[in-house]
């Protein structure tokens, strides 16, 4: 056997072993541990960008941290925001249901 076809043998588990899904946990999380969770880390995310752009205007942080933190920032927004939107589509078409 040749270097180049142990080399992809060993990529291609390497590569299975990554794509192997996980075992999931002996506990599920219950839909509102998800959303609790989901939740404090957009909160964290808001606030260590809030920390930041504080600390960039006192001259603290550097402004390519300000920028990714606000980046960050917003882009938790827009998924917040895109995340309530599908919750209030679904809510709307469940009223137009009949029963």
Not at 29 to 46: I, Y
Not at 87 to 94: S, W
Request: charged share 25%; proline share 4%; no cysteine.
């Amino acid at each position: 056997m040749d270097v180049n076809a142990t080399l992809a043998s060993q990529l291609y588990n390497k590569a299975q072993m990554a794509a192997r899904p996980e075992p999931r946990e002996a506990e599920a999380k219950t839909a509102g541990e998800v959303f609790q969770t989901t939740t404090e880390d957009f909160m964290q995310t808001l606030r260590a960008g809030e920390e930041t752009v504080k600390a960039g205007l006192a001259g603290r942080a550097d402004p390519q941290a300000v920028v990714e933190a606000m980046a960050a920032t917003d882009l938790a927004v827009q998924t917040a925001v895109a995340v309530r939107n599908k919750v209030v589509e679904a809510y709307q078409e469940i009223l137009r249901m009949p029963v």
